[in-house]
Nanobody
Framework: QVQLVESGGGLVQPGGSLRLSCAAS????????MRWYRQAAGKERELVAS????????VYVDSVKGRFTISRDNAKNAVYLQMNSLKPEDTAVYYC?????????WGQGTQVTVSS
């Protein structure tokens, strides 16, 4: 079955960096675009970044452009989110997501807290 497992979250000071990872299994990873979403307390889940399957085309929400980088390694069935210059407003649970044959699959999420 499809599984997505995020890791790499934690507590970081403003201006710091974190690298999130999402390990995928149960499907042909290289065939599908992947996305990172986040959900802050009391807010709706929002799309942060996406990457296409083979051309590695990337798209970012305006609030993270120039600070976050999404990447993938199709040989390792993994997608990453490098987050630099973190701000308190980046605090959220971060999820990776795959859309396979019209069905959405989500990981369990990883908490990112940016605070001094």
């Amino acid at each position: 079955q499809v599984q997505l497992v995020e890791s790499g979250g934690g507590l970081v000071q403003p201006g710091g960096s974190l690298r999130l990872s999402c390990a995928a299994s149960g499907f042909t990873f290289s065939n599908y675009a992947m996305r990172w979403y986040r959900q802050a307390a009391g807010k709706e889940r929002e799309l942060v970044a996406s990457i296409s399957s083979t051309r590695y085309t990337t798209v970012y929400v305006d609030s993270v452009k120039g600070r976050f980088t999404i990447s993938r390694d199709n040989a390792k069935n993994a997608v990453y989110l490098q987050m630099n210059s973190l701000k308190p407003e980046d605090t959220a649970v971060y999820y990776c997501r795959a859309l396979i044959l019209t069905r959405e699959y989500w990981g369990q999420g990883t908490q990112v807290t940016v605070s001094s």
